[in-house]
Structure formats: C-alpha cells, structure tokens
C-alpha cells in the first residue's frame, strides 16, 4: 500500500510541474520568439547585418539576463512567503521587484548607448560595430518595461498562475511581426529602416507587454484586492536588499553562462562574418531550445520554495528529482531535430538568394550538430540551478559557474578554436565542454544539500 501511495506522490509532483512548468516554457518561448523573429527578418537583409545584429544582441542580453538573474530572486521568495501563509511578505517583494527592475535598467541602457566604441575596443570591424550600434540604438529603450515586465511575472508565477502571462506574450508575437515587416523594410507607409527599425520593433513590444501585465494585476479578480502598486513609493529596503542577496549570486551566474556566449561570438567575429553570421543562427536555435529547461527551472523553484515553506522536505527531493528526470527527457527529444535536420533549421534564417548563404548553411549545420551533443547537460545545469535558487543557495553555484563556464568552457573553445587550428568548430566544442561541467558540479551539490541538514 504505501509503495503505490509513494508512485501516486511522484506520479502527482510529475504532474504538477508539467501543468506550471510547461506554461512557463511556452511563455519563454514566446519571449525568445521576439529575438528569433527580428533575426529571421534581419536575415534577409543579408549575412553582414546577421553579423552586427549578433554583436549588439550579445551585448545586451548579457545585460540583460544579468538583471533577470537577479529579479529571479522575486518569485524565489515570494513562494516561500506563500508557503508560509504571509500574503503581506508577498506583496512587498513584488513592489521592491519593481524597485529593482527600474534601478537595473537604467543604468543598462545607458550602457548600450556605448555599444559602438566596446565593441570597437574588442576588435570588431567598423562596419559590424556601426551595425550593431543601429540595433542598440532603438533596442534599449524596452529595457526598463522588458524588467518590470519580468518581475510581475515572477510575483504571478509565485501563486502557480501562468495563464496571463503567457496570453500577453503570445499576443506579442504577431504584434512584432507586423512591426518588424514595416518597420524593417518600410512597409505599410513607413521608413525602410532595417536594423534600426528592428531593435524599435522590440521596444515598443515590450512596452505594451508592460502595460498589458500592469493592468491586468490592477483590473483582474485574483490580483486587484492584493492591491500590489499601494505604496509603491515606499521604499522597503529589508525585502529590497533580500531580493539582491539572494538574485546578486543568481545574476552574476547567469552573466557568467550569457557572458560566456558573447565573449564566443566575440571570438566568432575575429575569425570573420560568415563563421559570425553562422554562429548566431545556431545559438538562436540553441537558445530557443533552451527556453523549455529554463520554463521547468523556474516551476522548480517554485515548487520547491512552496515545499520548503510548508517544511516538507520529503516534497523537496520529490520536486527536485522530478523536475531534473522532466527536463533530461524533454531536452533529448528537442536535440533530435538538430541532428537530423540540422541544415534545414539553419537555412529557415537565411536568405537563399544571397551570395554567401550556403557557406553559413554549412558552417551553421556543423556548429548546430554540436550544440544538440550539450542539450541534456544544458537543461540539468539550468534545471539544478533552479532548485538550488528554491534552497536559497546562490553563491556555490556561481563560483562552479566561474570554473565551468570561463575556466573550463572558455579557456578550452580559445585554445581549440586559435591554437589547435578547430575554429569556429573548436569554440562551440570549448561551449559543450563548459556546460557538461557545470551540469555536473550542480547535480553534486544539489544531491549534498537535499540528503543533508540544510533544507
């Protein structure tokens, strides 16, 4: 009897993961989509704006993700809170979110506004640098709603509530379809204003995302009487330096995973347009798949701050292991495709008329192969750094991010891709060597954590 009560109890936390997790996925999908979309539009400008469009997005996504590492810390807490029954607790968490979301931004898109003469000082062409800068240029003023954005999704998420989010985004995506057809190529009576008109396609999505997800938390029955924007004004600087102890390590982690993959599209960029234009196009399809273990990452912390305020800690290992065996499987089934289809995927970005379109087919076919070896390793990194951020452990994880992301993936991609003459073949080897190793040291310290005393 009790062996089929505990299968009952797995089969149960299986369930519940895949009903908040999918969601979750799906609404990361919708968010990468927006990316995807611009580059597919900016592909048929040609491989030379793929290039300065890969070199601005490396810039601000590093940034960028830094940011969502932290706000991360928001649904984290607010689980807890909600598992202890401290409706209060949760609210202001979610106002300092937004405190935060607005105290990152700024000062990001600031930076961007730089982008051109960093760029520059890394030994980037003129014409790919001017390029980039273009997109830049329009893209940071969606920076500051994209995080607010972000942080209200986090305190929604915290009560197992997807559905809102996930309309917003996927009423989003036909919103910059049309926006990047006109404003790109100058249809529908507008300037043709290709990369500039790419990044500002993407701003004003994300504007009226923002605004979507405000007036839905201020209008709808489940959220208004929570009355989350009251005193918004009032600082609370016990739960806003709460939120950048835990997300700080959280940020930085994902710096270090994002960073890495600029600084290989960096390398990608001395080694010339083509292998760059290539290599955008696989990490965009890497990162599209990459959305789904992220999804089951962020139900994870969830479900596991909900266990941990209740202090099950039975629950824990359940939401933990359930959670890891769910994104193994679901990220096999995604590198499938990669391996079989790979020049397919590739060409769906590129234009067949252009004069150097096979040679990134090829070169793109040959990075995606290897991308699909590291899907499974991927998603167990990002999935075990989920639950680990459930168990409010934030600072290990960082520094196996610093060993396993720059020491291993990053030294070993320069000196096979430079010193043993693989190329851009050598730089995505040197991205799934990294990541495996991350994968593993997490799974360590997650096994240590949920079968000692900590939880």
Known sequence: MEKFKTKALWKQEIQATLKLGLPMALTQLGVIALNTIDLMFIGRLGPEALAASALGHSLWVALFLFSVGVLTAVPALASRAIGAHKPRTVRRIARQG?????????????????????????????????????????LLWGVVPALIFISLRGYIASYA???PVLIIT???????????YALIFGHFGFPRLELWGAGLATSIVHVCSCIALVLYLIYSRKFRRKAVFARLWRPDWQHFFEILKLGFPIGCL??????????????????GTIELAAHQVTLQ????????????????TIRVGHAIGRKEHVSVRRAAYSSLALGALLMGCLALPMIFWPEGIVSLFLSPDHVDTALVVMLGT??????????VSDGIQVISGGILRGLKDTKVPMYYGIFGYWIIGFTGG???????????????????IGLSCTAVLNVLRLYKLIHGSKI
């Open 366 to 375: 040959t990075y995606l192969f290897i991308a699909a070896l590291f899907q």
């Open 285 to 300: 399809v890497a990162s599209i798949t990459f959305m789904v273990p992220l999804g089951i990452s962020q139900a994870a």
């Open 98 to 138: 937004i405190w935060i979301s607005i105290g990152l931004g700024v000062p990001i898109s600031g930076l961007l506004s730089f982008g051109e003469p960093i760029l520059l000082g890394f030994n980037q062409t003129v014409e790919n640098a001017e390029g980039a800068m273009a997109y830049l240029s329009t």
């Open 161 to 163: 509530i997807v559905r």
């Open 254 to 271: 994902l710096l270090l995973e994002t960073g890495l993959f600029s600084a290989m599209a960096l390398l990608m960029g001395q080694l």
């Open 170 to 180: 996927f009423f989003a995506i036909p919103l910059n379809i049309i926006l990047d």
């Open 414 to 432: 320069y000196y096979l891709a430079f010193e043993a003459g693989f190329s851009g073949v050598g730089i995505w080897l040197g991205l799934l």
